[in-house]
């Protein structure tokens, strides 16, 4: 989970690019450092998510992820509802 401050140093791909809004790094674990040197000085945090649990992520932020076991579910869910409308 990286913060949206970390942005330019997530290698971003173009917005024009088919997988924008994608980190051109790719597994953060085997970071190519001599491509992208700018990561190095992200600050990632990790976690291990159980059963039943939910994380929810920050517009901005960003985040990688793998599964430890063979079953999993990730859904993603943007709202268009303005920051400054949360009336419902």
């Not at 971003?12 to 051109?24: A, E, I, K, L, Y």
């Not at 674990?29 to 992200?42: M, N, S």
């Not at 039943?52 to 430890?68: A, E, M, V």
Request: aromatic residues 16%; positive net charge.
């Amino acid at each position: 989970l990286f913060p949206f401050t970390d942005y330019p140093k997530l290698y971003p791909f173009p917005r024009t690019h088919p997988c924008d809004r994608q980190s051109m790094v790719g597994n953060p674990i085997e970071a190519d450092l001599k491509a992208f040197p700018k990561f190095k000085t992200a600050a990632g945090q990790h976690g291990v998510l159980k059963a039943g649990d939910l994380l929810y992520l920050p517009y901005g932020w960003w985040h990688w992820l793998r599964n430890l076991d063979n079953l999993a579910v990730s859904i993603s869910f943007w709202s268009t509802t303005p920051g400054t409308d949360l009336s419902g």
